[in-house]
């Protein structure tokens, strides 16, 4: 059962340049230099938080808070210097952190790569927020529903699994703000999700029925 759920930050990256022939590029200012500046830096802070933002139920991802850059759109012309970029990205947001806390670190790393180069600061680059933002979520390993879903895995056969994080974000963020504990479970993995030939093995999702129903006749019976 996941207990304590990533949030996530989506945000649209846009460079702006001065286009060119490409026969006299210098005479332009190029973005794809400049973007690969921010990319990097961006990379560089997903390592660093890596270290200093730490969750006991995050330590076995080798990467945490994942940063992903999904979109990549510059350019108009093979011969033309590119002069506009617009590229979009998923920034992971930990447990106890908030999406605004993690779009602040990422605009100050923006703001200082901006600074470097002579064309951005004249020329800012725009991180605005698109598409729907993930706050993190969490509850107790312990809590009752926890304890059910565990229970519901033994009483059909299942092995008991411990409590896990995971480096996504769901839509439990909304019942645990309403103060409704909230456990994610259920058959696949997101190894497999947003991969080629994603799949759920049929007896993976028979696996799931059976223990979703056992933890809530569980959950009934603490109840009363």
């Not at 930990?94 to 901006?114: H, M, N, Q, Y």
């Not at 879903?149 to 059909?156: I, K, W």
């Not at 996504?168 to 703000?177: I, K, L, Q």
Request: proline share 9%; with cysteine; hydrophobic share 40%.
């Amino acid at each position: 059962p996941v207990v304590a759920c990533e949030g996530c930050l989506m945000a649209e990256l846009r460079l702006v340049g001065r286009s060119a022939h490409a026969a006299t590029r210098w005479r332009g200012e190029d973005v794809l230099p400049r973007f690969e500046a921010i990319r990097r830096a961006f990379r560089d802070l997903e390592r660093e938080r890596a270290e200093t933002v730490t969750h006991p139920l995050f330590d076995e991802f080798p990467v945490p808070w994942p940063v992903v850059c999904g979109t990549v759109d510059a350019g108009s012309w093979p011969s033309t210097v590119p002069a506009s970029l617009t590229a979009a990205f998923r920034i992971g947001v930990a447990p106890g952190e908030t999406v605004d806390e993690v779009e602040r670190a990422f605009r100050e790393r923006l703001d200082g790569v901006a600074a470097d180069d002579p064309w951005l600061s004249e020329h800012p680059p725009t991180f605005e927020r698109f598409s729907v933002q993930f706050e993190p979520s969490e509850i107790p390993a312990d809590a009752p529903v926890v304890e059910a879903v565990r229970e519901g895995l033994v009483d059909a056969g299942l092995p008991d699994a411990e409590p896990i994080g995971a480096t996504y974000g769901t839509d439990a963020r909304h019942y645990v703000e309403a103060g409704i504990p909230t456990v994610v479970f259920g058959p696949g993995t997101i190894d497999e999700a947003h991969y080629p030939d994603e799949t759920i093995e049929w007896a993976a999702v028979e696996d799931g029925r059976a223990t979703i129903a056992a933890a809530v006749r569980r959950l009934a019976e603490r109840a009363g």
